[in-house]
């Protein structure tokens, strides 16, 4: 009797358990200013840019892709006025925020911002000061976000030692989300603690979606780390939970040392890319994209546009994907199966070869209970039928992706 009450009680909550704002009920698209205006990590960001930024996002496929965020990382904030309220750079932001706001949301663009959950933020936009965190200033930061227009928020996890003992992130994210959610707002939720206890297991909460590790470089040692991180998380992610973010898509490189304005220097091959991508979408994760798209390259325009791509990230019939197998024949962990179940019965697939050299890699129809199948190449114009099982080339770091249904 009691248990079966507890079974209800459970059941009755669980609902309210997730960050229940009305937001985030599909994997976040956008850009962020990370890379803006060169190296990534150098955290430059200035009104012109980002306003360039949506000029170039609402004519050149992104938004009618369905990019819909324009968001600042580590690069507006300054200093505190005489009531503590946060004041953005004014080199960077001549009349602040809000006229950027208006005009980005004037192109169909929403306007996000970066805040850190302790005294002061990761790397202060590269100047020689400190840029004050949110800490002891939660209700007034979201009050004031709020008033700007802003409906995504990131809160990083820097410089949480106060007097010599360390935030815990439970408290924090749950006191700034009940912050933003006091402001009457919907405002998107990112919590950025790189995976500290395990995120995925109790974000959902607090927060519309959870960084699960290490910052995400332009080069295949982090990107194939990342992967890895995320490879069994897929259930967690999915409308009502929230988004596993293994971090921002590096496409097209950025990279360049000394920043170059509009120079693309690529970190990884065109191969890699593509997987980063196939691999973002099948994960449900957010496609927030970090190089300068206001002069896309073919392989940004090939992998960001990829439309069949992006409607699988943004499938909500299931959960996220995840790693199902691998093809034993090439090795322990080389040869690697990765699914989502999308609309209709159907599956999203990633046949991915994380080796250094190429292998044939062959999936199995029996692992989904299937014979007849019918797949389309999500990269190439090419449809096909297999009975049984398929066998693919695939190279070094690269993947095979399919759309793929039961025909018989
Ligand atoms: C605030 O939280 C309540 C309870 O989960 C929810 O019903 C409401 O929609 C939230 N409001 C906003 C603006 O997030
Ligand atoms: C650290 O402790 C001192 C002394 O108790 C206090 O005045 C100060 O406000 C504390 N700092 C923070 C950030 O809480
Ligand atoms: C765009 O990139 C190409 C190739 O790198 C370069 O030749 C061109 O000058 C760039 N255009 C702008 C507007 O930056
Ligand atoms: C897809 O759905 C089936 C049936 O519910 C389930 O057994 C399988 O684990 C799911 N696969 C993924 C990748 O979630
Ligand atoms: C894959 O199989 C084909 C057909 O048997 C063969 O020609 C090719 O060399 C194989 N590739 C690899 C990397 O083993
Ligand atoms: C695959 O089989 C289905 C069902 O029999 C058929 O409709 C489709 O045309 C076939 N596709 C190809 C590429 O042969």
Not at 227 to 248: C, H, M, Q, R
């Amino acid at each position: 009797m009691w248990l079966s009450f507890l079974f209800l009680a459970i059941a009755a909550t669980g609902a309210v358990l997730a960050n229940n704002n009305g937001v985030g009920l599909k994997p976040p698209m956008g850009w962020n200013t990370w890379c803006s205006l060169g190296r990534c990590g150098r955290d430059y960001c200035d009104a012109k840019e980002l306003m360039a930024i949506a000029d170039a996002m609402a004519t050149n496929g992104m938004k009618e892709a369905g990019y819909e965020y324009i968001n600042m990382d580590d690069c507006w904030g300054d200093h505190r006025d005489d009531k503590g309220n946060i004041v953005p750079d004014k080199d960077r932001f001549p009349d602040g925020l809000v006229p950027v706001v208006k005009y980005v949301n004037s192109k169909g663009f929403k306007f996000g911002l970066y805040t850190d959950a302790g005294l002061y933020t990761c790397s202060s936009g590269g100047r020689k000061y400190k840029i004050p965190g949110s800490y002891g200033h939660y209700e007034q930061d979201a009050n004031t976000y709020a008033s700007w227009g802003i409906e995504y928020v990131k809160m990083d996890w820097c410089n949480t030692k106060i007097n010599g003992t360390e935030l815990d992130p439970h408290k924090q994210y749950q006191e700034m989300s009940d912050a933003l959610n006091k402001t009457g707002k919907p405002i998107f939720f990112n919590s950025c603690e790189w995976g500290v206890d395990n995120p995925w297991e109790w974000m959902h909460q607090y927060a519309n979606s959870w960084r699960t590790g290490p910052d995400h470089h332009d080069d295949w040692k982090t990107t194939s780390k990342i992967i890895e991180v995320n490879a069994d998380l897929g259930d967690y992610a999915g409308t009502g939970k929230g988004w596993n973010d293994p971090d921002f898509l590096m496409t097209g490189g950025e990279g360049c040392d000394p920043p170059v304005d509009s120079v693309h220097c690529p970190g990884m091959t065109d191969t890699e890319y593509r997987t980063e991508f196939t691999l973002w979408c099948l994960m449900s994760a957010p496609l927030l994209v970090v190089t300068d798209v206001r002069n896309m390259t073919s392989i940004m325009k090939e992998v960001l546009l990829n439309k069949d791509l992006i409607e699988i990230n943004q499938d909500t019939t299931g959960p996220g994907g995840k790693r199902i197998g691998f093809d034993k024949t090439c090795g322990e962990n080389a040869c690697q199966i990765w699914a989502k179940n999308i609309t209709n019965g159907e599956k999203a697939i990633a046949l991915y070869n994380a080796d250094s050299v190429s292998h044939n890699i062959t999936l199995d129809f029996s692992l989904f209970g299937w014979k007849v199948v019918s797949m389309q190449n999500l990269w190439k114009n090419e449809n096909l039928n297999a009975t049984n099982s398929y066998t693919v080339e695939v190279e070094s770091h690269g993947v095979q992706a399919y759309r793929a249904a039961s025909v018989g």
